[in-house]
């Protein structure tokens, strides 16, 4: 069975702002019913309403299964799902010998089991059916290391290895599951790790910003308009053949 992007039932995590809702807005523009998950209502519910009739807020902890289930099961009364992008995600700094066990364990459930969780409901479904896409959002933090991040790019990995181990799992039934990794991205992360460096530092914030920047050889932040557009191209007919992959958007960072 193929699938149409018109009209199909798709389900992005962490919808209600930066790259989620950009996610949200690209695959309602191309005429899917779009489900957003997120933890916080009112954030969720504007943004649902900004996407137009097509469009449904359903609050959820990712982290959380037995929420997971119910958002789910909910999500399913407008239909299987074809598309789930798993977004919803989070990063706390600190050095290894300062990193807690409590915060270590929050970077890879919302990070990683959050997506698996979300695999889980749909993906009987879609293989049952022959057609689905999964498209989880890592980072570069999936295939490099960053200092002061230790638990979040272990997660990052993790997510990038549940990826292609479910791609390789489910390779047969056309469904397809990959993996888009963007570098430092002009969200309300990157914001708040400015915010840190300012803190910790002493910097300006225009410093702060340049030293992200310093990394992307463009000399330049990833916006989430591109990262959604990755992930229309996964999500569509072209991409069947896409699977397992890592699509990395760094400008020139990781090779």
């Not at 990063?91 to 997506?115: F, Q, Y």
């Not at 599951?177 to 708040?192: E, F, K, L, M, S």
Request: net charge neutral; with cysteine.
């Amino acid at each position: 069975m193929t699938y149409q992007l018109e009209g199909a039932h798709a389900v992005v995590t962490g919808g209600g702002t930066g790259i989620g809702l950009a996610i949200a807005r690209v695959l309602a523009g191309a005429g899917m019913r779009v489900s957003i998950l997120g933890r916080h209502r009112e954030r969720l519910e504007a943004a649902a309403l900004s996407l137009g009739d097509g469009a449904v807020a359903l609050v959820c902890d990712v982290t959380d299964e037995a929420a997971v289930e119910a958002a789910f099961a909910e999500a399913a009364r407008r239909g299987t799902v074809r598309v789930l992008v798993n977004n919803a995600g989070a990063v706390e700094t600190a050095s290894l010998a300062k990193t807690t066990l409590a915060l270590w364990r929050r970077m890879l459930d919302v990070n990683v089991t959050g997506a698996f969780l979300c695999q889980q409901q749909v993906l009987p479904a879609m293989r049952a059916d022959g057609a689905g896409r999964v498209v989880n959002i890592a980072s570069t933090a999936a295939l490099t290391g960053y200092a002061y991040v230790a638990a979040y790019v272990a997660a990052k990995h993790a997510l990038l290895g549940l990826t292609r181990a479910t791609a390789r799992e489910i390779a047969s039934s056309g469904v397809t599951v990959n993996a888009v990794c963007p570098g430092y991205t002009d969200t309300a992360i990157v914001a708040r790790s400015i915010e840190v460096i300012t803190a910790k530092t002493g910097r300006t914030a225009d410093e702060a910003r340049a030293a992200l920047v310093a990394g992307n050889p463009q000399g330049r932040l990833i916006t989430p308009e591109e990262v959604a557009a990755a992930v229309r191209y996964l999500v569509g007919p072209d991409a069947a053949s896409v699977t397992g992959q890592a699509l990395v958007l760094a400008g020139g960072e990781l090779m």
